[in-house]
């Protein structure tokens, strides 16, 4: 998460149940924020400052099994998972084998790569200890642009070293400019500067890997001279999210042919750089539920696709006044549900299939999780619901790990730092795949007032939990030197 709402929060209503809907189970508690006109949505971003036909069936279920391991096998562990996935495209290349994930220079491979999607094969998997990713965010569109790049590539990779990290997670787009001399993008300071080149290569020297970190739908997005690729609410609006004043959180349509076609350049043109690994962070298709102005996607390229399968124009589902109205056909209304969710992982589906296309380096996905008032995860039913984020259907997708967001001081239900371990368990509970966690913990306040010890502990739990791979918090650029120094202390 990058930019969260922070001020003026109240707490809203409890979680409403939606009777009489096949397979959704739990809509979204709510907060109220004064700068929308009639949200209750708390939000949670990442990445957020201002300055046809897709090819891909999305009913089109396969069987596949889940991640292969990220660490060294362990006799007399092996399993399959069977779990249903999308075809992702007629010519989509073999999928290259898993990696250790493990931060050292003398990486080691899984031996063998298999095309999963139409061969179930067995799986081993030992958890490779506690904490073996140990990474920060670095946001550069939170950060203004100094004067001096060297040098702040310089004192990012000392501060970093010194903090114990062994990764960062680096955007190599902003607000739809690269960070990097692109071809492609447009450049902003950074990428004029080549900022991201300059950096990887401190890092690399350092024995810092360096992974590439975007949000989807969001980072590459080029909405000041692309404004038709817009996701758009059921009014026509383009899709704004303003969480603060000053700052806008503009999203693509994630079903827009020529933005998936812009993307998935980019993604291959970032192949080239050096990146040690990739992070997607947040495929959602937004932050709205249906109650909301802002609730998407309504542009005509998801329009224009729903209407082609179902006959339906997807406005009518919510006009009161139509005979398709959502409360009086629950059937109709759950084509949607799976329609928005299709989206996300399709175009999830392709940026994985581009990055695996020219580099052989891990993916990780991270995934928005939210808890109720006694600390339990809301349904990945309801997450799908809300945020078209279909867990089980990203998890058929294999990537090397999920990354799951802790934010324990929530908006509407903070918990105690040390929940992060219940959210693992209770996230690998709902799973059920073998996919290695991460955690991210969050470097910013929600309900509470986030403290240095409070942080600390929280990145301590993570570190040590068994289950859990990687640990990383967002971001860079929050933390003053008392956070930095807590860092320290539970990574050192």
């Not at 009777?19 to 979204?28: D, F, H, N, P």
């Not at 799986?123 to 702040?152: C, F, N, Q, W, Y």
């Not at 969050?442 to 509470?448: N, V, Y």
């Amino acid at each position: 998460m990058k930019k969260m709402i922070k001020n003026g929060l109240i707490a809203g209503p409890a979680i409403a149940l939606f009777l009489a809907l096949a397979a959704i189970t739990l809509i979204r508690p709510s907060a109220t924020h004064p700068g929308l006109l009639m949200g209750h949505e708390t939000l949670n971003m990442e990445h957020g400052t201002n300055t046809a036909n897709t090819g891909i069936g999305l009913n089109a279920p396969e069987t596949v099994v889940a991640p292969g391991n990220l660490s060294p096998p362990d006799a007399g562990q092996a399993s399959v998972v069977a779990v249903p996935t999308m075809n992702v495209t007629d010519n989509q290349p073999p999928a290259v084998a898993q990696n250790d994930m493990t931060p050292k220079n003398n990486e080691q491979n899984d031996a063998s790569s298999q095309n999963a999607a139409t061969t179930p094969v067995t799986t081993t998997r030992t958890d490779s200890g506690a904490g073996t990713i140990k990474s920060v965010r670095i946001d550069l569109s939170s950060m203004p642009a100094p004067g001096d790049m060297e040098k702040l590539a310089v004192d990012m990779v000392n501060r970093l070293s010194d903090a114990g990290a062994n990764t960062a997670f680096l955007s190599p787009w902003s607000d739809g400019y690269a960070d990097y001399k692109s071809a492609v993008a447009p450049q902003n300071a950074y990428g004029q500067n080549g900022f991201v080149e300059n950096f990887l290569s401190g890092a690399h020297a350092a024995g810092i890997k360096v992974y590439a970190w975007f949000v989807t739908g969001k980072d590459d997005f080029p909405y000041f001279s692309r404004p038709e690729w817009f996701a758009r609410t059921v009014a026509g609006v383009d899709y704004y999210q303003a969480d603060e004043p000053g700052v806008n959180l503009p999203f693509a349509s994630l079903a827009n042919d020529q933005y998936i076609d812009y993307h998935l350049q980019l993604i291959k043109e970032a192949g080239s750089l050096g990146f040690d690994g990739y992070v997607i962070s947040e495929p959602l298709i937004g932050w709205g539920d249906r109650y909301d102005p802002y609730y998407t996607d309504f542009s005509p390229s998801a329009t224009a696709k729903f209407e082609s399968e179902y006959q339906v124009d997807p406005r009518d589902i919510f006009d009161e006044n139509s005979s398709y109205y959502y409360e009086d056909n629950p059937a109709i209304y759950n084509d949607w549900v799976n329609f928005r969710a299709g989206v996300v992982t399709n175009f999830t589906a392709k940026t994985m299939a581009a990055i695996r296309a020219v580099s052989d380096k891990p993916v990780v996905i991270t995934l928005y999780t939210e808890p109720g008032p006694d600390g339990r995860l809301m349904p990945f039913s309801g997450l799908k619901d809300w945020l078209g984020e279909d867990i089980p259907a990203l998890a058929a997708l294999k990537p090397d790990a999920f990354e799951i967001q802790d934010l324990f001081t929530d908006f509407d239900h903070p918990q105690p730092p040390d929940w992060v371990v219940s959210m693992v368990a209770q996230f690998k509970s709902q799973l059920g795949a073998d996919i290695p966690v991460m955690v991210s913990v969050q470097g910013f306040q929600g309900a509470e007032p986030l403290t240095s010890s409070g942080f600390a502990a929280a990145v301590k739990a993570a570190t040590a939990d068994p289950d859990v791979t990687g640990v990383s918090f967002y971001a860079y650029h929050t933390l003053d030197d008392s956070f930095w120094s807590a860092l320290k202390g539970a990574w050192k």
